[in-house]
């Protein structure tokens, strides 16, 4: 899927597998079992989310690549994630994006 950007005079590619939904859900963020890290878990909340995963703010230091456990608070459905990549710190939280594994 290509878009036209006028703002650059050309064509751009969509590279999204899934929409992204803007949507803030409840969320507890807690370390992979067997995991070699100090375990922590945290709620906090999504801000967008798609078919593949989701951005979060966390307070916990976590690293590209790490995988961690994705916990809806309202279902109780629980999702291994992969850390995408690990954004920029604001008002003491880190936002990140997750891929699900599964």
Known sequence: MSS?????GGSEINHRRSQRVILSLPVIIRTEEGSKIIPFEE???TIVVNLHGALILLAAKVSKGQKIRLKNRATQEEKVCRVANVGSAAEGKVQIGVEFLD
């Open 43 to 45: 709620e906090t909340q």
């Open 4 to 8: 036209v950007n006028p703002s650059r």
